[in-house]
């Protein structure tokens, strides 16, 4: 067979080449495939016919670079043809170089772990396939760098590009996985059988399983740490946790974890627990433990969650304690509720925190990092029509949406391990959180959406008015820490930075910006224990972000230990332990973590 030339991109060309290649390796394909198989595996050869797949009924064609014809005018974008020409000459001549690897009976290299197995490299044709694959999903995302659109427009393509080069892998099908084959050959049948069973299990189910959901049981294997709610309402129950020092800061630490998922996040086991480790370095701890949003909650709005859930946590941790100032700790969403609470108390005349910590939270949405795709006035208003007065927001509308944001790692991974391979999910208690989803209120979340990600208006001296107060940061008088984490794509780190220029405007001085190592969740729950990862620290927080990180100075293991130190600053002195939780008007209500928690989301 001669080797093919490809004078310019020629998508039928390619796909053609394809066919002849797959022809002669078909005779060693593992497993009996129909016999048009070759035929259309050719199609990965070619990108635009990707593209094809995806594009509805009555659609415009598509064009050479893959988009279709007169789209891009209508969204102002442009696509210079002298760059469109270097990207398919460039394609073209590593589809040739494969093509010459191939018929040399050299194997490509592989560089990608979904193609790790050895049954990738045993077959000519499925390392030829694996590796044309690659190749056109690296022309795609060169397409979509090489844009010159607005730079949202350009995440948003991008995003789609990506959804769908992800999908196309042909790791995902049994038709082009090897290992997957190898594997019903090896088991006779066997792990083709449980594979369809967990796919059946999971339709019921309405999600992919990512872990073992029957290891674990809340208050017992996860949210262990011992307390007692004190405190309920509609929205939340107030969690006292039972001391385990004889003596206590004199002010207690009120947490407020994200409403969009269980707070045990911050409670997983005991050697991980960020809860328990406040505890164990002398403070009383309260924290919310909000509802799992039903249909009386539907007309719920965000004004509600600020006064009647932290607004009221904060007073009942007030008069559990008997202390005019608590310190405060708001995670992800619950900082900016946390901190929405506090500019309506300050606008009251209320001073109730010593201290405020905030940690991969959002104050300034000029930069939502990845979830910006989600954003937008049209989507926006079309849940507004749907739940904006009334209904409610799928907790499994969030999970997919998360997973959207990584599906390699939290779809299509399961896809091949579930239901190709056949294997049990593993026990992993971080995946069970994940998997534990919340609904919320159609009113309140709209709100949110809209007035923070969409309009940025919090940030706006006197914009807002909640709880009938106008809010304003900058009032809220209380030494600050702020906590990101350096690979966070939900908070940008330069996001939780800035901040820094809306609290303590007059006394940057009081602000203390910490950043640490890896995500937005890994990041936060990194135990000294584990001696893992890093975090940068830096006096000055009156500079942009990019000054404080040239000077930020770098130290070993959890940014926990830092933390544990500024709220000892601000803890008071040390009193006696309390015997028992709550008071005479807050008494015991039920044993943590409670039953609020362990509602499942519908």
Request: charged share 20%.
């Amino acid at each position: 067979m001669n080797t093919p030339k490809f004078p310019h991109f020629d998508p039928a060309s390619l796909s053609q080449a394809s066919q002849q290649m797959l022809e002669q390796f078909s005779k060693n394909l593992p497993l009996n495939f129909p016999s048009n198989f070759p035929a259309d595996m050719a199609q990965m050869g070619d990108p635009n016919k990707w593209l094809s797949w995806f594009q509805p009924p009555g659609a415009a064609s598509f064009g050479a670079a893959g988009i279709p014809d007169g789209a891009l005018n209508d969204l102002g974008i442009k696509l210079e043809p002298a760059i469109l020409q270097k990207l398919q000459t460039e394609y073209t001549e590593k589809l040739t170089a494969l093509w010459q690897d191939a018929l040399a009976a050299r194997t490509p290299a592989l560089a990608d772990k979904r193609f790790n197995g050895a049954a990738w490299l045993a077959n000519p044709m499925h390392a030829f396939n694996a590796a044309v694959y690659l190749l056109n999903g690296h022309y795609l995302t060169a397409l979509v760098d090489a844009v010159d659109a607005p730079a949202k427009t350009r995440r948003k393509i991008g995003f789609a590009i990506q959804q769908m080069v992800d999908a196309m892998s042909p790791s995902n099908f049994l038709a082009t996985n090897p290992v997957a084959q190898q594997l019903v050959v090896d088991t006779k049948g066997e792990s083709l059988t449980r594979g369809m069973t967990h796919l059946l299990a999971d339709m019921q189910k309405r999600k992919i399983s990512q872990t073992d959901e029957g290891a674990f049981e809340i208050g017992k294997d996860v949210a262990t740490t011992a307390g007692a709610v004190v405190f309920e309402n509609a929205l939340f129950q107030l969690i006292q946790y039972t001391p385990l020092t004889k003596t206590v800061h004199q002010r207690p630490l009120l947490i407020v974890p994200p409403c969009i998922n269980k707070f045990y996040i911050m409670d997983l086991q005991p050697q991980n627990s960020l809860v328990r480790y406040a505890v164990e370095q002398g403070n009383t701890v309260f924290l919310i433990s909000w509802s799992n949003a039903d249909e009386s909650l539907a007309k719920t709005t965000w004004d509600q969650y600020i006064e009647e859930g932290a607004v009221k946590a904060l007073h009942v941790a007030q008069e559990i304690s008997g202390q005019d100032k608590v310190n405060a700790l708001g995670f992800c969403v619950g900082g900016t509720i946390l901190s929405s609470a506090l500019a309506v108390m300050y606008a009251r005349g209320e001073k109730p925190v010593a201290s405020l910590t905030l940690l991969t939270a959002l104050l300034d949405f000029t930069d939502t990092g990845v979830l910006d795709v989600y954003i937008d006035d049209a989507q926006i208003k079309m849940r507004e029509k749907a739940i904006g007065n009334g209904g409610l927001m799928p907790g499994r509308d969030f999970a997919s949406a998360f997973s959207s944001l990584r599906p390699n790692d939290l779809v299509w991974n399961y896809v091949e391990s579930n239901y190709l391979k056949g294997e049990e999910p593993t026990a992993f208690d971080l995946l069970y959180w994940n998997a534990d989803s919340t609904n919320l209120p159609g009113p309140m979340f709209c709100y949110y959406l809209r007035h923070m990600y969409l309009e940025n208006a919090l940030k706006e001296p006197g914009k807002l008015t909640v709880a009938g107060e106008k809010l304003d940061l900058g009032k809220i008088a209380a030494p600050t820490f702020i906590f990101a984490s350096r690979e966070d794509h939900i908070v940008p780190w330069t996001s939780a930075y800035a901040s820094t220029t809306l609290l303590n405007p007059k006394h940057a001085d009081r602000n203390r910006f910490v950043l640490g190592a890896s995500g937005h969740i890994a990041g936060v729950i990194n135990p000294p224990s584990k001696n893992k990862r890093s975090y940068w620290t830096n006096a000055k927080s009156d500079v942009t972000a990019e000054e404080w990180m040239d000077g930020a100075t770098e130290h070993p293991g959890s940014w926990w230990t830092e933390w544990s130190g500024f709220l000892a600053e601000h803890g008071g002195k040390q009193v006696a332990a309390p015997r028992k939780p709550g008071n005479t008007t807050y008494k015991l209500i039920e044993p943590a973590p409670g039953r609020y928690v362990k509602v499942r989301a519908e």
